[in-house]
């Protein structure tokens, strides 16, 4: 048979004693059931604060200890501009076992990121040496080993860097722009002009892709069409005006 109503109420506290609002409905409870000496033992304790509403999935997720939990951290952290707490929220990611390849590919090249902002640049190209291991898919990864090979002087190899990442994501729209600009800078301007062009077919009103593109028309001595490359990204910019 159903339990009476104040014997419902009389759980509810003991499994949240906190909860003095069912004070009041338990003395009313024992009002009806005819106890005048507990309704008014119970009154005398009502209060405001209410029984808080379980959610089991939610307590159970809370302590779940998951690298991609640990990613998710270090991601907010770094559009924060948290530089430790993202290589901290990154590490403890990482020192979890059985995580997925990619999981831990993401986790290693967030720690690569914060450690470059840091200014560890030897570290931060080891993070993402390991991120490319763990996912050789991981454009990201490859680019931003990229950007680190060039700023030290290393064409070649920031090359062979930009060529995984494109190989790994055909439309990396940022890894096109740059070989562009490294072949357009070597002498390779129809290379050069490719890329652009490729890029252009992602964003055809990237200002940095149609820049180049017209540089690299311009090296190539199609001094027309560049000139009609420069304008047609003048004319998308407000207050167009006209280069001839």
């Known amino acids: 048979?159903?339990?009476?109503?104040?014997?419902r109420l009389e759980q509810a506290l003991a499994l949240a004693p906190q909860a003095s609002a069912l004070r009041y409905p338990l003395s009313l409870a024992y009002r009806g059931a005819g106890d005048a000496t507990r309704s008014a033992a119970?009154?005398?304790?009502?209060?405001?604060?209410?029984?808080?509403?379980?959610?089991?999935?939610?307590?159970?997720a809370s302590t779940l200890d998951s690298a991609s939990m640990y990613d998710n951290r270090s991601r907010v952290a770094l559009q924060r501009g948290e530089w430790q707490t993202a290589m901290a929220e990154s590490r403890r990611g990482l020192a979890l076992s059985g995580?997925?390849?990619?999981?831990?590919?993401a986790l290693q090249h967030r720690l690569g990121t914060a450690l470059a902002q840091t200014g560890d640049l030897?570290?931060?190209k080891a993070a993402f040496e390991a991120s490319v291991a763990a996912?050789?898919?991981?454009?990201r990864a490859h680019y931003s080993l990229s950007l680190l090979h060039l700023g030290a002087g290393r064409v070649g190899d920031a090359v062979a860097s930009l060529n995984r990442a494109i190989d790994a994501d055909p439309g990396?729209?940022?890894?096109?722009?740059?070989?562009?600009?490294?072949?357009?800078?070597?002498?390779?301007a129809r290379a050069a002009l490719d890329d652009y062009e490729r890029a252009l077919a992602v964003d055809p009103k990237s200002p940095q892709a149609r820049f180049g593109a017209a540089m690299a028309l311009t090296n190539l001595g199609r001094h027309e069409d560049?000139?009609?490359?420069?304008?047609?990204?003048?004319?998308?910019?407000?207050?167009?005006?006209?280069?001839?």
Not at 228 to 243: H, I, T, W
């Open 226 to 244: 560049a000139l009609a490359r420069l304008q047609a990204g003048l004319n998308d910019a407000p207050g167009a005006v006209s280069l001839t």
């Open 1 to 7: 048979c159903a339990l009476p109503i104040f014997s």
């Open 172 to 188: 990396y729209q940022a890894a096109l722009v740059l070989r562009g600009d490294v072949a357009r800078q070597r002498g390779q």
């Open 42 to 60: 119970e009154l005398a304790q009502r209060g405001t604060v209410d029984a808080p509403l379980s959610d089991p999935l939610m307590e159970r």
């Open 122 to 124: 030897a570290a931060a």
């Open 135 to 139: 996912d050789p898919k991981m454009a």
């Open 99 to 105: 995580s997925p390849p990619t999981i831990v590919a």
